[in-house]
């Protein structure tokens, strides 16, 4: 069983994960979950700025970030993509969001297809604010591609590794499908609770939007389906969800 563990200077609670991430936050009684998109990605730096000057306005701590979405310039390898994680977890060290060997921030990074960003880039962040008592819960569950995490290498576990052919496109999302639902559950969420679901391929996967993921009431909220693919070479399909009530573009 995924652990859940509570984050009081943030106001969420987040699913333990690996070093890069955590698999997914929901907000404490009382708070929920805003999320602000920029209108084009900003470099990392550019991102950060106006993340912190954004906390800073509502006058929230830099420890209410809770989630953030990045976009990279193209897949990497396992290196590539370990050399760019710890980079990314200085920021949250700075923060004192990252402690104790524990990031409870949940992300996504993808590769757009068409027109990716120069270099690694934030797409959206999101954070904590108060809410009105006896909202309904916020939740982000973190970007899952079709490998299991914690392991050494994600291509070496993938799932159908190496298949793009319908039938591994669909054994692919069913399985990515499946770990959204695991995770939202350890949250105490489902499927009726979510308000966004985000695919991230460059495979065809209309076939799959009745027999799996309505079927499965995954997009009673729709679909966005990002042209992209995930952050490490020979990874094809991901998905992130979320329930959150208000949005903005910066």
Partial sequence: MAEVLAFPDGNYRFIRG???????????????????????????????AAIQA???????????????????PAPVSEAGFSAFNQIYVEQLKAWRVYRDDLNPVARSNVSPAISPPAGPSIYAF?????AVVGGPGTFVVAGSAEAPEGRPGYRDHAIAAGDVSPAGILEKARWTLGEMERRMGV???DWNDSTALQLYTVHD??????QEMAARGAIAAGLIWHFARP??????????????????VL
């Fill in 126 to 130: 999101s954070y904590t604010v108060p």
């Fill in 18 to 48: 690996v070093f890069q991430y955590s698999a997914g936050v929901a907000a404490e009684p009382g708070f929920q979950i805003e999320r602000v998109r920029f209108f084009r990605p900003l470099t990392l730096r550019e991102g950060f």
């Fill in 205 to 210: 996967t209309w076939p799959i939007l009745e």
């Fill in 54 to 72: 954004r906390l800073e306005a509502l006058g929230r701590p830099l420890t209410a970030f809770c989630a953030c979405e990045l976009r990279s």
């Fill in 187 to 189: 949250l105490g969420f």
């Fill in 231 to 248: 952050p490490v070479i020979g990874l094809e399909y991901e998905l992130d969800t979320r329930a959150v009530r208000r949005e903005f």
